[in-house]
């Protein structure tokens, strides 16, 4: 019986075929004979596979060796990260309206009789506090906008986005315009300690009407979003009535600006930071698990509400804190989280701490560049931040997109 005849085409058709599918795959071949040492041949001779036990071992090695090298990048970040805020604060403190020079500065600063009184004021009740709150702020709003973003799931979460910032400005308002502020309150608190207390309550706001609609953090966003427009509203009625002078510094405030920093403010946000960070790191392996989802994350015994609600508090304390003091400074609490992200990546093991310093080295950055952008004045630091750090980022995510 002879062969049924093939075309040419035929032939050439399944020769296609088979070197297609020896070219699929090799790759795979070529891989498991180096994780699992298969058998193969080597020079011509043919070498039988190691027992399963080395194998997997020597596999297992290789994926240690990798992840303790990404362990030790990421540490290296981290540390890069603080010497940069550490270089941010250096640089704060010496520029200034003044022209105070660099000398004069350092002795002012370590207490050298040569340094005089003036240079003295200059450093330890202008520069220093505007300095060390830069730091603080950044650490606040960027942590709180990176809590925010992983528990509400969306990268658009942030103290601004919530409507935190705007019902810190509607509550200084009435304090700045018409001179209402909570009883037994300093003065130098009143507007910080009104700011705070509408920021808060907005949380609170948002977290009822969560929990009343049972909506998921989506809702949540979206009630935010809702409030926002309402503050505003509550904002233009407040400055309808007041005068021109009033409206005049209640513009300054919801510029937000570091001018107004004392050690007051310091020591309260410094506690404030001082005792939420912490709880914040010690979540971040709860954190971790809810980045996989709500059923997988319970799965793992976590109570999901009470860990979204908890950070959701931390976070609020944050930013309300932060806004009540230098008031409105929307552009660090969502930049902030996004930066730490392209850098590290999502482990929150070393993401929240990465988050906390770039928000400290964008917010210090961007008090020297408030300083010098204008000789002799000094600028609303929530202006800088928006015009000199967005360009910034939008460059660093058309950058991590051709990646």
């Not at 528990?151 to 304090?175: C, E, H, K, M, Y």
């Not at 319970?298 to 999901?304: E, L, Q």
Request: glycine fraction near 8%; hydrophobic fraction near 55%; include cysteine.
């Amino acid at each position: 019986m002879l062969p049924p005849r093939v075309s040419p085409l035929g032939i050439a058709r399944r020769r296609s075929l088979r070197a297609r599918r020896a070219r699929m795959t090799e790759p795979a071949h070529d891989a498991a004979r180096t994780i699992l040492g298969g058998a193969t041949r080597h020079g011509g001779v043919a070498v039988s596979p190691p027992p399963s036990h080395i194998a997997l071992s020597e596999a297992g090695e290789r994926l240690l060796t990798l992840y303790a090298a990404q362990l030790r990048k990421r540490v290296l970040i981290v540390v890069a990260l603080l010497a940069a805020a550490v270089m941010g604060l250096f640089l704060d403190l010496t520029t200034g309206p003044s022209g105070l020079p660099f000398s004069q500065t350092w002795a002012a600063l370590t207490g050298a009789p040569e340094a005089g009184r003036a240079a003295e004021v200059i450093v330890w009740h202008v520069r220093l506090p505007i300095a060390v709150m830069a730091i603080l702020v950044g650490i606040a709003l960027s942590l709180a906008g990176a809590e925010m973003q992983t528990i509400l799931d969306n990268p658009l979460a942030s103290p601004f986005t919530l409507g935190v910032s705007a019902a810190a400005s509607v509550g200084a308002a009435p304090t700045i315009v018409l001179g209402l502020s909570l009883p037994y309150l300093p003065a130098g608190l009143a507007v910080a300690g009104n700011a705070f207390l509408f920021a808060f309550g907005s949380v609170l706001l948002l977290q009822a009407l969560a929990r009343r609609s049972e909506g998921g953090p989506y809702l949540l966003v979206l009630f935010g979003v809702g409030l926002v427009f309402a503050f505003n509203a509550l904002l233009a009625l407040v400055q309808f009535l007041g005068s021109a002078e009033a409206l005049q510094e209640l513009a300054f405030w919801t510029m937000g600006s570091l001018a107004r920093a004392d050690w007051t403010a310091i020591a309260i946000l410094a506690s404030v930071v001082a005792i939420i960070v912490p709880c914040s790191f010690a979540a971040s392996s709860s954190l971790n698990a809810l980045r996989l989802g709500n059923d997988r994350a319970a799965s793992y015994g976590i109570d999901v509400a009470r860990l979204r609600f908890l950070s959701l508090l931390r976070s609020s304390l944050l930013a309300a804190t932060a806004v009540a003091f230098v008031g409105t400074i929307g552009f660090v609490g969502l930049v902030g989280p996004h930066i730490a992200r392209m850098l590290i990546g999502e482990d929150h093991r070393f993401f929240l701490p990465t988050a906390a310093l770039t928000g400290a080295v964008v917010m210090s950055f961007a008090s020297v560049a408030s300083k010098l952008v204008v000789t002799g004045a000094l600028l609303p630091v929530g202006i800088v931040t928006s015009l000199v750090g967005l360009p910034v980022f939008f460059i660093l995510i058309m950058r991590q997109r051709r990646r």
